[in-house]
């Protein structure tokens, strides 16, 4: 896997939206949290306009992810936010200039459809981490105050050499396992919705020998239910050497009977699609749409632990 440089103090760092929009004061306030920490913000486009449901339309999103690998100025690209959207401009993306210029690049939700493309077609590492637009700090009164957890975690991973090592929740929340035995391999995944979204084409997700990382926010159950059926007749959890289950925001079972009853709850939908594989399983892992939020290196190397309910990040993200 191709390794970008650490960002130093200074650096020049894009700031895009290949998904939904911003408003401008959110905008405003990203910027300010990106100086913060200690990087130059270099605001594109996209980060200013409005199409419908969509920042921009589907080539001037392409253009602005293009452009910020492109230049040489810029050092590293930070999302603004999610939304819906990357899945439509990943015809549109320039793979080859993209890996040729390997930069460090930040975001989750639907930043996960670049995340696999970028992980699997350009062989380049990418961090599943907070985006300027996100709650990782917030702005008051003109001053940026970050939450201690996540401010570190994205440092350590964007800034230094250094392997994470050992994971530990916020609030030092313990891990959760299912099933037994431990496993090793490159960690991919990230939103269970895009995940799902991309299967049948050519930029699925490839879990082969991998650990796979799974989160979601705002699906009731029996949608849960539904995508991790669909990526188990993909053979995804077959393939896969073992699953890291992060947080599952605001997945709630309906209020109402769905088609004659009450969703099941979400242990048990777990228990009938992933633990029939006898995968390690990791959960309560507090990645995802949630904070504080852990950075992680997607492409590195992932040890997990079931029986002592381990994960541990084995190398950096960077080189």
């Given at each position: 896997?191709?390794k970008p440089?650490?960002?130093?103090?200074g650096d020049?760092v894009?700031?895009?939206?290949?998904?939904?929009?911003?408003?401008l004061k959110?905008?405003?306030?990203a910027?300010?949290?990106?100086?913060a920490?200690?990087l130059t913000?270099?605001?594109?486009p996209t980060c200013?306009?409005?199409?419908g449901?969509?920042?921009a339309?589907?080539?001037e999103r392409?253009?602005?992810?293009?452009?910020?690998?492109?230049?040489?100025t810029i050092?590293?690209?930070i999302?603004?936010?999610g939304?819906y959207?990357?899945?439509?401009?990943l015809d549109l993306?320039d793979?080859?200039?993209?890996?040729?210029?390997p930069?460090?690049?930040v975001g989750?939700s639907?930043?996960?459809a670049?995340?696999?493309v970028f992980?699997?077609?350009?062989?380049?590492?990418t961090?599943?981490?907070?985006?300027?637009?996100?709650?990782?700090?917030?702005?008051k009164?003109?001053?940026?105050?970050?939450d201690?957890?996540?401010?570190?975690n994205?440092v350590?991973?964007?800034f230094?050499k250094e392997?994470?090592g050992l994971h530990?929740n916020p609030?030092?929340?313990?891990?959760?396992?299912l099933?037994?035995?431990k496993?090793?391999?490159?960690l991919?995944?990230?939103?269970?919705?895009?995940l799902t979204?991309t299967?049948?084409?050519?930029?699925e997700?490839d879990?082969?020998?991998k650990?796979?990382?799974?989160?979601?926010i705002?699906?009731?159950v029996?949608?849960?239910?539904?995508m991790?059926?669909s990526?188990?007749l993909?053979?995804?959890f077959?393939d896969?050497?073992?699953i890291i289950?992060?947080?599952?925001v605001?997945?709630?079972?309906?209020?109402?009977?769905?088609e004659g009853?009450?969703?099941?709850p979400l242990?048990?939908?777990?228990d009938?699609?992933?633990?029939?594989?006898k995968k390690?399983?990791?959960?309560?892992f507090k990645?995802?749409?949630?904070f504080?939020q852990?950075?992680?290196?997607?492409?590195?190397?992932v040890r997990?632990?079931?029986?002592?309910k381990?994960v541990e990040?084995?190398e950096?993200?960077?080189?």
């Open positions: 896997m191709i440089k650490p960002l130093k103090t020049k894009a700031v895009i939206a290949p998904s939904s929009a911003s408003d959110s905008v405003k306030n910027e300010k949290k990106i100086r920490l200690g913000p270099v605001m594109f200013y306009t409005n199409y449901h969509l920042s339309t589907d080539e392409a253009d602005d992810v293009n452009d910020a690998f492109k230049d040489e050092k590293g690209i999302c603004l936010r939304g959207g990357t899945i439509r401009i993306l793979y080859q200039i993209i890996a040729s210029n930069k460090v690049f989750f639907d930043i996960t670049l995340h696999t992980n699997q077609i350009c062989k380049m590492v961090f599943h981490g907070p985006m300027a637009a996100t709650n990782f700090a917030r702005v009164n003109d001053k940026v105050e970050f201690n957890y996540s401010f570190e994205l350590k991973n964007i230094t392997p994470m530990s609030n030092k929340e313990a891990l959760k396992s099933n037994t035995g496993a090793q391999g490159q991919a995944g990230g939103n269970l919705t895009l979204a299967l049948g084409s050519k930029y997700i879990t082969r020998g650990i796979l990382f799974i989160e979601e705002g699906e009731p029996y949608k849960l239910d539904r991790l059926t990526l188990a993909a053979g995804k077959h896969c050497a073992g289950l992060g947080t599952f605001k997945c709630e079972r309906e209020k109402k009977a769905y009853g009450l969703d099941l242990e048990e939908v777990v009938n699609t992933l633990v029939k594989y390690p399983i990791i959960y309560n990645a995802g749409h949630n504080p852990p950075t992680m290196a997607l492409g590195t190397k997990i632990d079931a029986d002592m381990e990040f084995l950096s993200g960077t080189s």
